[in-house]
């Protein structure tokens, strides 16, 4: 290797005081071999960023150290053509978060720069993944309702082919039964029509759309951009993206005894929304005009017993209705009893307008009874606002019954139909929705380039479908584009790096196999990992399971990382100067590390980073190294998992503290104390919070005493 | 065992309610900021989060038994922090005017008052009678000479009759007033016992008195200098005509411009005028931009039309002298002074003695008169 290294050390923002540079300038020089090591004032500056292109050109810099502020909050001197470039946060982790001339900050600043030296040093110039033969841009939509001709209408707009599937004989989904759609648009004050009648036309018109009805999805082979899809009528055809719109349907309203299922007058949404399409509200039992109709929210919905959540649209559309029968009756009294009115956005607007009818009566309650009475229904509500139970007379009564995402019965009945060893369909995250973490990634899935989009994602009314749809195209579109450069899509989007196997040594484990978040890897009959690099979301989480060490990334892998803590010079009195490990996920936790410091937040110099991928991608061997190398402690730093977790892998974090267990197990076969391998979920918000639990993981391995096998 | 009310909405209370000032009482959502924010609604079940729900779902019954719709003075303090635009305040004024026509006897003049399509019927009853009254015992004309108004009407005529409408006025004010009581007792609170109707009854007197209690509003002090300088107004001017009709039998009449009584008149006139004025603007002001309450305008113009009517009298027959002008502006304030009067119990006019009934109620029931007024006495 003829790689030369230049190191250029920042002196602005403070840095060049805080710290004593000479002493950097040394360590880069006689033991990193740096053939330049500069300093400057203020790299970010034109000038400076010049010179290091100088040193590129015509001194033939091949690897660069930079030791400045934060990658995340100066971009100047990141990229540099003909070079790899490696980063230092002197600023963020060092000077502004540290004792200014003081002997550990002195002392942390040589460390960090040996391991940006070895981790630029052990780099390879990253090679585009090579694009696949017979990549399809194609995308397929599953479900002609409202989501899905949105979706449909946006990518055939944007010029991008598409195939659209509905498995009932004519495109419209739900909306085809409506009356009237909950307002969409300006002012939002009253019902207006759907607009999926005109988006079927639309979409029925583009060339750029193949639709088939009747059909469903026999079964989908592949990956991204080379799916191959076979429907129940035969038909075979390659798709890059898939969006499914399946959408939901209204929970079994049988179940609702409590609330007067069975009676005859007691009806439910959809069936009211029917009467409501002929114009003719009358009971069921008797056929006499319906003239006090008692809407009923929540039906089953925010219920423990039934479905435990908001279907979100639900009020919405009681209002809706109730404003159709009041239109087309208005001598019609309309009652409505809710737990809460949850009109979302400028909805809002609609129930305030709906109030105004002075034929609709709005009131919290609980019902007590629903039963039949003198040839009326009589609902007996408590809780009410009126200040007592009140009883009313009502001609019929309409249960507003909550969505049930179309995925929620995948094991039994599979829409999807893929050949990925995770499932057939999309992995639901709560009650079957296949939904995302809404904070950090709306509108992602756990299958790379199928988006959900619609109220089979999670319940939503029609605008917000709308919304919904136009996200997942452009999602579909993003992921394709992307991937066919063979970048990696969310969230490490447009990075180039993909994972090599050196299956010479594989020892069909199937560790990798099993635990890739996103299927990546099949496997042949033995066991074999069998890469879908188009699924692959560059995690390492391969990496981080593979007990043969034999997944590695050009820019990141298990030697690199091993090399990078055994740069660090761990002094002999483990008392006085102790050395702590932390690997840290560079989704948050890194991200945090930033914000503390530029928040002048100060934590102990005896702490040593090293930026992870993910937490998952943390080998094991990486702790034995660095115990072996004297280390006191190691703390890795990731995202919280669980039921609502922020892991950007999924299940990157969890696999850790999987790990963490055989870690255990090793630590007392070595008799020491399990306390000096431990783990810490932190988000972005807690950058206030990070340096004390730096600080208080030092505490507790100072109070362990030094790793007893240093210097052995 | 819970015992359940049967709901049955009375729409046309709604309507009746929207069309008389409470045209957004259907925006409401049951926040209770109004019952918070007011300065005078008592601790316990303030109003009027309350009553805006029983608007809204017709419960006439409810309301009608209700006391709290009267101790209610319209600050607006609720309306101005309503965060729906539902302005209970304005919709209580709406409620009260709705239950003025219910309680009404008989019902029929309820009805009318309130309906401008009945407004020619609404006129033409007093300008008939006492068309008919002039013509039988006066002189249907411009009489001669200097101007007398007696010429026109005799006080032997306009006394008795105006005394014997005034009667029947009583008696429909107390069936009404009674029917109230009665409501408000079953509804609200039976008397305790404790406080004796003397005791309460003197309370309230000095209470309306002293506006002790609108003093309290801060949205609209406007309106509290409106209604006092109006109330002695009109107080001032009821008991300067019922001396001087003593006057005119002892052969006392008529008055030079600098008499006493006259100039005491004359200045309750221009007070009764300027708090009209002033209520007027506040009214427009709180109408702008939405629907206009007929049954409010009504007496506003009404009253409007009385002091400006009676202060011409004084000037064209001691200042210009003009009798052309005189006789006729005498025949409109009479009418004027009838449908005031004696109108009283289905005008807005009637809140006087159902607040009054429901002030003493109030205290003879134990229901504290205001949230903030140990507050108030404590500062």
Request: aromatic content about 8%; proline content about 5%.
């Amino acid at each position: 290797m003829n790689d030369v290294l230049g190191v250029y050390l920042c002196s602005g923002c403070g840095i060049g005081d805080a710290i004593d540079l000479d002493k950097v300038e040394k360590v880069a020089a006689k033991e990193c071999k740096a053939k330049f090591v500069r300093r400057d004032g203020a790299l970010c500056r034109a000038e400076a960023v010049d010179r290091i292109k100088a040193d590129v050109l015509r001194e033939g810099v091949t690897r660069i150290v930079v030791a400045a502020c934060s990658p995340r909050h100066c971009g100047a001197t990141v990229e540099i053509d003909g070079a790899l470039v490696e980063v230092a946060s002197f600023r963020e982790h060092l000077a502004w978060s540290h004792e200014p001339r003081n002997e550990d900050t002195d002392m942390l600043a040589e460390d960090m720069v040996r391991m940006a030296a070895v981790r630029v040093q052990k780099a390879e110039p990253l090679e585009r993944f090579p694009a696949p033969e017979g990549f399809a841009f194609t995308v397929l939509v599953v479900g002609g309702g409202l989501a899905g001709l949105t979706a449909v209408d946006a990518l055939a707009r944007l010029g991008t082919k598409v195939v659209l599937i509905e498995k009932a004989d004519r495109l419209g989904g739900w909306a085809n039964g409506l009356a009237a759609e909950v307002p969409i648009a300006a002012p939002y004050e009253a019902p207006q029509a759907s607009p999926v009648p005109a988006l079927a036309a639309a979409v029925a018109a583009s060339a750029n759309v193949t639709v088939y009805t009747g059909r469903t999805i026999a079964s989908i082979h592949g990956a991204p951009g080379l799916f191959d899809v076979t429907l129940s009528g035969g038909e075979t055809f390659r798709v890059g993206a898939i969006v499914q719109a399946t959408g939901a349907v209204p929970y079994d309203a049988a179940k609702l005894r409590h609330l007067g299922a069975g009676n005859p007058d007691v009806v439910t949404a959809a069936d009211f929304e029917a009467m409501a399409k002929v114009g003719r509200f009358v009971r069921p039992s008797d056929g006499r005009p319906a003239e006090s109709i008692v809407f009923i929210q929540c039906a089953g919905s925010r219920d423990a017993e039934h479905l435990p959540y908001c279907s979100a649209e639900c009020c919405s559309v009681t209002l809706k209705q109730a404003r159709v029968f009041r239109t087309a009756n208005p001598a019609g009294k309309a009652f409505i009893i809710y737990k809460d009115m949850r009109t979302p956005g400028k909805l809002e607007l609609f129930y305030k307008a709906a109030q105004d009818d002075p034929g609709v009566f709005l009131t919290k309650g609980t019902i007590a009874a629903v039963t039949p009475a003198d040839g009326t229904v009589r609902v007996d509500v408590t809780d009410t606002l009126l200040g007592e139970p009140i009883r009313i007379a009502a001609d019929l009564v309409v249960l507003a019954t909550g969505m049930v995402p179309s995925t929620a019965d995948t094991k039994t009945a599979p829409i999807l139909n893929l050949d990925y060893r995770l499932g057939t369909d999309l992995p639901d995250t709560k009650y079957g929705f296949p939904d995302s973490e809404f904070v950090c990634f709306p509108y992602e899935t756990r299958r790379t380039a199928i988006y959900a989009a619609g109220t089979v994602r999670h319940p939503m009314g029609a605008a917000e479908a709308i919304a919904d749809a136009r996200g997942a195209a452009l999602k579909a579109v993003q992921a394709l584009t992307l991937i066919s450069q063979g970048m990696a899509v969310h969230p490490r989007a447009l990075d180039l790096s993909y994972p090599d196997f050196g299956l010479m040594r594989c020892t069909q484990c199937k560790r990798c196999t099993e635990e890739c978040p996103f299927g990546a890897l099949d496997e042949d009959v033995k066991g074999t990992p069998m890469p879908n690099p188009t699924r692959c979301r560059r995690c390492g989480v391969c990496m981080g399971a593979c007990p043969e060490r034999i997944v590695s990334f050009k820019n990141y892998n298990v030697n690199m990382v091993s090399a990078m803590i055994k740069a660090i010079e761990i002094p002999e009195d483990g008392d006085e100067k102790p050395r702590i490990l932390v690997l840290m996920c560079e989704n948050d936790a890194i991200p945090a590390l930033d914000i503390a410091g530029l928040n002048r937040r100060t934590f102990s110099s005896f702490v040593r980073s090293i930026p992870v991928r993910c937490l998952g991608s943390v080998n094991v061997i990486w702790i034995n190294d660095s115990l072996a190398s004297g280390f006191d402690g190691v703390l890795l730093v990731g995202c919280k998992h669980g039921d609502d977790y922020q892991c950007h892998f999924i299940k990157g974090s969890e696999l850790a503290e999987k790990r963490m267990e055989n870690v255990s197990e090793k630590l007392k076969q070595l008799a020491l104390e399990k306390e000096r391998v431990q783990i810490r979920e932190v988000a972005l918000t807690d950058y206030d919070r990070l340096p004390g639990i730096l600080d208080g993981f030092v505490e507790t391995i100072r109070d362990l005493g030094p790793n007893p096998f240093k210097g052995l | 065992m819970t015992t359940f009310r049967a709901v049955q909405p009375d729409l046309e209370f709604i309507a009746d309610v929207r069309a008389s000032g409470g045209e957004t009482v259907k925006r409401c959502f049951q926040c209770a900021t109004c019952s918070v924010v007011c300065a005078i609604a008592p601790d316990r079940a303030p109003y009027p989060r309350k009553e805006m729900i029983w608007a809204q779902w017709g419960m006439t019954d409810r309301l009608a038994g209700d006391s709290h719709v009267w101790l209610c003075h319209q600050c607006n303090d609720c309306s101005a922090h309503c965060p729906r635009g539902a302005k209970p305040g304005e919709v209580m004024g709406g409620v009260r005017a709705a239950l003025i026509k219910r309680f009404a006897v008989p019902r029929v003049l309820g009805e009318m008052v309130h309906d401008l399509t009945y407004l020619p019927i609404v006129l033409l009853i007093p300008a008939v009678l006492l068309y008919a009254l002039i013509q039988q015992f006066g002189y249907w004309g411009i009489p001669d000479g200097e101007v007398e108004y007696a010429k026109f009407l005799p006080h032997m005529a306009l006394e008795p009759f105006f005394g014997g409408m005034f009667f029947l006025m009583m008696f429909s004010m107390f069936l009404s007033g009674r029917r109230f009581w009665r409501a408000v007792c079953a509804g609200t609170a039976m008397p305790t016992g404790e406080v004796a109707w003397t005791k309460a009854t003197w309370d309230t007197l000095v209470e309306v008195l002293t506006h002790s209690r609108f003093k309290r509003c801060t949205e609209s002090k406007g309106r509290f200098w409106g209604h006092i300088s109006l109330f002695y107004g009109f107080a001032a001017l009821f008991f300067v005509t019922g001396v001087v009709v003593i006057f005119a039998v002892l052969g006392l009449y008529p008055l030079t411009l600098w008499h006493p009584l006259k100039v005491l008149g004359n200045v309750a006139g221009i007070a009764l005028l300027t708090g009209t004025a002033l209520l007027v603007m506040d009214r427009a002001d709180r109408e702008a931009g939405g629907q206009h309450a007929y049954f409010d305008w009504f007496f506003l113009i009404l009253l409007l039309v009385l002091g400006t009517t009676g202060m011409l009298l004084v000037y064209f027959r001691l200042i210009v002298e003009t009798p052309e002008a005189a006789y006729p502006t005498y025949y409109v304030h009479l009418v004027a002074v009838f449908l005031t009067i004696l109108y009283l119990p289905y005008t807005k006019f009637a809140h006087l003695y159902y607040r009054f009934l429901a002030m003493v109620h109030a205290r003879m029931a134990g229901i504290p008169t205001g949230a903030t007024e140990t507050a108030i006495k404590a500062a």
